[in-house]
């Protein structure tokens, strides 16, 4: 049975990578391979990721003779290592990379996101050459869609570099569920799920308001995330809902988990994630579960995921005209958007469960161990 040292964050807080780690602890994986977990979390919140404080530092030091130990106790075969597309969060990650080499371990290196070449090409030499030399000899480097490839092309030969979509758990979303008719028959509502913050669209999706519901009265719109700790863009925002008078059409439900995302999901008639960088994002993934037409943003592997006419469309960033445009079709068109939320349940289930996605993790780590 191979060993394998599991590197990555639990939530909360929730995000991409915590929530990929814990599907990967909470699977079969357990009874295939002898996993070994360390636990990399901050339980502060996402505003405290990538900066220098002192808790971080104590974090980074703490995870690295933790990692040390564990590589010297538990002898694992293979060092899975979720990898960061930041000077800062890669430096992090190097505590764990260089060791690993001088200890000739079997690294695996998942990128949970579309950013790293560009972070890549656009850091100093010195970094550029430490991204190279850590990665040369890496015996998998996982992207989360084909289109994704080239991110590492130069740095990873081009047979390891391998592809693992995102997945999420089937079972929360099964069709006994879903037969629960919670969409309303009077009025249409539209979704946003994630962090509001501008480079997720958030804004963009509030500026298409207006011109929506001059078309259509019976029109809501919900957003669940948290606002970062950014009050200048906070009071934008509102200060924009209140100029145009949309209180009457907008909640904010603030952060929503588990059954109460679900049933958010499932009431819902429209899902819109119009974000400027994404890698997969699992809240694109969740919507197509429970059955809803996607507008989103042609960024990380989104277009492979989201087919555009098909399940939903694909819209340019920074556009709320085509934002609102795409939702009044939606609105005017009752049939193509039973269709499109039949499209999307019918692509999650082929291809982004969670149960295809430890899959591919399996062969990944399979191929790596017996290769």
């Keep these: 049975m191979g060993r394998i040292l599991i590197i990555g964050p639990t939530p909360p807080p929730y995000h991409g990578v ?32 990538g900066k220098i404080d002192f808790t971080n530092i104590y974090l980074a030091f703490e995870h690295f003779l933790k990692f040390i130990w564990l590589c010297i ?9 979720p990898i960061s597309q930041t000077t800062l969060g890669y430096l992090r990650d190097c505590l764990f990379l260089v060791p690993a080499k001088i200890f000739h371990k079997k690294v ?18 010195l970094m550029e050459n430490l991204i190279e030399w850590t990665l040369k000899e890496v015996k998998r480097a996982i992207v989360l869609g084909e289109n994704l490839r080239y991110i590492f092309q130069g740095l990873v030969p081009d047979e390891r570099i391998v592809v693992v979509p995102n997945g999420v758990d089937e079972k929360l979303f099964e069709k006994t569920n879903l037969t629960i008719d919670t969409r309303s028959k009077n009025h249409i509502k539209v979704l946003f799920l994630g962090n509001l913050i501008k480079s997720k669209g958030f804004f963009d999706v509030i500026k298409a308001i207006p011109k929506v519901i001059r ?22 925002v509102f200060r924009y809902i209140e100029q145009n008078k949309l209180d009457s059409v907008v909640k904010f439900m603030g952060v929503v988990t588990g059954k109460k995302k679900i049933k958010l999901l499932l009431s819902s008639d429209v899902f819109v994630f119009p974000s400027y960088n994404e890698g997969h994002p699992f809240v694109i993934l969740e919507a197509m579960a429970t059955g809803l037409p996607v507008i989103t943003t042609d960024v990380g ?3 492979e995921t989201v087919i555009d006419k098909e399940n939903g469309f694909i819209i340019e960033k920074n556009n709320p005209k085509q934002i609102a445009e795409k939702i009044i079709t939606l609105i005017k068109n009752p049939e193509l958007r039973k269709k499109m939320g039949e499209k999307s349940r019918q692509r999650f289930l082929k291809y982004y ?10 062969n990944v780590f399979r191929e790596v161990l017996f290769g």
């Design 215 to 236: 078309r259509y009265s019976n029109v809501k719109f919900i957003f669940a995330g948290k606002f970062p700790n950014n009050y200048r863009e906070q009071n934008e």
């Design 301 to 303: 592997a989104i277009r």
């Design 18 to 49: 915590s929530v990929a780690t814990e599907m990967i602890l909470n699977s079969n994986l357990q009874r295939k391979f002898k996993i070994i977990h360390l636990d990399t979390a901050d339980r502060r919140d996402l505003s405290n990721i």
């Design 108 to 125: 695996i290196v998942h990128l949970h996101g579309g950013y790293f070449r560009k972070f890549y090409e656009g850091s100093s030499k």
């Design 73 to 81: 106790r538990e002898k694992p075969e293979i060092v899975y290592i």
């Design 353 to 362: 469960t969670k149960d295809k996605f430890i899959e591919n993790l399996s």
